[in-house]
Each structure stands twice: as structure tokens, then as C-alpha cells.
């Protein structure tokens, strides 16, 4: 599965019909909790964690590292960086697409929506 599908506690509304999209959904003792996600980056940022710690603690599959890799270059232009205003406020907006995705908020719906979202 994929990082984004994790986040998003992807399969979580499959019952209700709002989660019907491919790709499979992810059992959710494989989601990721949203402020557990954002303290690990902003502890990453800091240079208190590294992404090796992270992808280990979260269990990451090659796909989801891979994934994960992407979106802290996009933050950050390389997988880890300075602690600044603007890394800050994208790191700010990861945690609210996150937040606003796991409740399936018009525009966040899916994870093709999320990664545009993300930029990713």
C-alpha cells in the first residue's frame, strides 16, 4: 500500500460507500495517526529524529519510503533541512490535508486528490 492511503486511514468509510476507488484499502492497523505524523516531521526538521528513524518506526514499505522521500523534498528540496518559515508552513499544510483527508472533506476524498494536494 501507500504512505498517502496510510494517512488518509484509506477504507475507513468503505461501508458507507465514500471510500470505493481503487487502490485496496489499508487495514487500519496500518494507519497513521495525523499528530504523530506531524511531531515526527517537525522532530525530523529539528534534527531530533532522522527519516531512516521515521520510515523504521512507521514500518514503511520500499513504496511508502519512497514516497515519504518525495514529499520531504518537497518541503524541505532534500530530505532534510534547516529549520524555516516556509518548510514550517508546508510541513503546517501536510498536517491539515491530513486531517481534512481522514474525513473525506470535498477536494480530499482520494488519494489522487491528496497527493495533488500534496504535490506530490
Do not use: C
Not at 477504507?11 to 495525523?34: C, H, Q, S, V, Y
Amino acid at each position: 500500500m501507500s504512505l498517502v492511503e496510510r494517512l488518509m486511514h484509506w477504507g475507513k468509510f468503505a461501508e458507507t460507500g465514500l471510500d470505493t476507488e481503487p487502490p485496496a484499502f489499508e487495514p487500519a492497523d496500518r494507519w497513521i495517526a495525523t499528530h504523530e505524523w506531524y511531531a515526527a516531521n517537525l522532530e525530523l526538521l529539528q534534527g531530533n529524529l532522522t527519516a531512516a528513524q521515521i520510515k523504521s518506526y512507521l514500518g514503511m514499505t520500499p513504496e511508502e519510503e519512497a514516497e515519504y522521500d518525495l514529499m520531504i523534498a518537497s518541503v524541505t528540496g532534500e530530505p532534510t533541512s534547516p529549520n524555516t518559515d516556509a518548510v514550517l508552513r508546508r510541513i503546517d499544510q501536510y498536517h491539515s490535508i491530513g486531517l481534512l483527508s481522514i474525513q473525506r472533506i470535498t477536494g480530499y476524498q482520494t488519494p489522487a486528490l491528496v497527493r495533488a494536494k500534496m504535490g506530490i
